[in-house]
């Protein structure tokens, strides 16, 4: 059983940081990569940075130079992932979600898992 949970939103003001953590549980998966999404009410998921197995980070246009994703513990039952948020904009407010992907050890398939999400506000 794989799962995932997000920490660290709140309410900050324009200008602040918050650091998100993002904390995969579970040794019946090979996680590929773990990514950071954020989604608005009516709006799709969107990919805000990525990091993978290997280390390889990508990002957002709207994320570079911002944010910073990074693997703070890696472990067979453990992972976690953290998104260190600079320079907060109010439009970067929105549900942040925590999504990881891999093949699973027993069914040698394709696995998604995602996290219930985080809200993070951000007050101009």
């Known amino acids: 059983q794989v799962q995932v949970v997000e920490s660290g939103g709140g309410l900050v003001q324009a200008g602040g940081s918050l650091r998100l953590s993002c904390s995969v549980t579970?040794?019946?998966?090979?996680?590929?990569?773990i990514a950071w999404y954020r989604q608005g009410p009516g709006e799709r998921r969107e990919v805000v940075a990525t990091?993978?197995?290997?280390?390889?980070?990508?990002?957002?246009d709207s994320a570079k130079d911002r944010f910073t994703i990074s693997s703070i513990s890696r472990g067979n039952i453990r992972n976690t992932v953290v998104l260190q948020m600079n320079s907060l904009r109010p439009e970067d407010t929105d549900y942040y979600y925590c999504?990881?992907?891999?093949?699973?050890?027993?069914?040698?398939?394709?696995?998604?898992?995602w996290g219930p999400g985080t809200r993070v506000t951000v007050s101009s």
């Open positions: 999504n990881t992907e891999g093949v699973g050890y027993y069914t040698g398939t394709f696995e998604t898992y």
């Open positions: 579970g040794n019946t998966f090979t996680m590929k990569k």
């Open positions: 990091i993978e197995s290997n280390g390889r980070t990508t990002y957002a």
